[in-house]
């Protein structure tokens, strides 16, 4: 699958990934559980090594929306929040059964290099893409464009939290689903 934080592609994470592969401790996060919970300050970060987590934020109305996933060999934990010492404003929950290699923030942050400043730059494109694509591309257009992107997101994330992610109901989402699967163009794609 290609890389679904597309930030990843500008940043050479290889000494990070060592880092954590040496220095973690294993750790076993059933689905459902939390990494991080919004409105407290992350402790720890880790690189995932199997299943995947989502990312949420609680709305207006208390419920959870996916804003983001992070999958096999990407990185968890909230450092914006923690570099300032403020309250997450996410939650980092298991998805599925996980493997991860956590290591304590403090520590890992000591790692990392004193400038931030391309990965934040990275990010900020990242967001800001996903963002403008809401206001441009429909549900079903943002949809085609994540699976054709990332084929293997549909057999790997819930139908609920894709639905999530692109802002539209379960049921919005198999009702496109279903009129994909019906027109001979598309069938193959999801």
């Known amino acids: 699958m290609a890389q679904f934080?597309?930030?990843?592609?500008?940043?050479?994470?290889?000494?990070?990934?060592?880092?954590?592969?040496?220095?973690?401790?294993?750790?076993?996060?059933?689905?459902?559980?939390?990494f991080v919970q919004q409105g407290t300050i992350a402790r720890y970060a880790a690189l995932v090594m199997s299943g995947y987590f989502k990312v949420t934020t609680l709305n207006d109305s208390g419920d959870e929306a996916v804003v983001n996933f992070a999958f096999p060999g990407h990185f968890i934990t909230d450092f914006h929040s923690s570099l300032h010492g403020k309250p997450s404003q996410t939650s980092m929950i298991a998805g599925?059964?996980?493997?991860?290699?956590?290591?304590?923030?403090?520590?890992?942050?000591?790692?990392?290099?004193?400038?931030?400043?391309?990965?934040?730059?990275?990010?900020?494109?990242?967001?800001?893409?996903r963002l403008l694509n809401l206001y441009r591309k429909s549900p079903r257009q943002r949809y085609v464009a994540l699976c054709e992107q990332y084929p293997q997101i549909v057999e790997t994330v819930t139908l609920k939290d894709l639905s999530s992610f692109l802002l539209i109901t379960p049921t919005h989402l198999?009702?496109?689903?279903?009129?994909?699967?019906?027109?001979?163009?598309?069938n193959n794609k999801k």
């Open 5 to 34: 934080n597309s930030y990843i592609d500008f940043l050479d994470l290889r000494a990070a990934t060592d880092f954590c592969r040496k220095q973690g401790v294993p750790c076993l996060y059933k689905k459902g559980e939390r």
């Open 174 to 186: 198999s009702r496109i689903r279903r009129e994909l699967a019906k027109r001979p163009d598309t």
């Open 96 to 129: 599925t059964d996980c493997e991860i290699m956590r290591v304590p923030l403090k520590t890992f942050k000591e790692f990392l290099s004193p400038s931030l400043l391309d990965e934040y730059k990275s990010l900020f494109n990242m967001v800001f893409m």
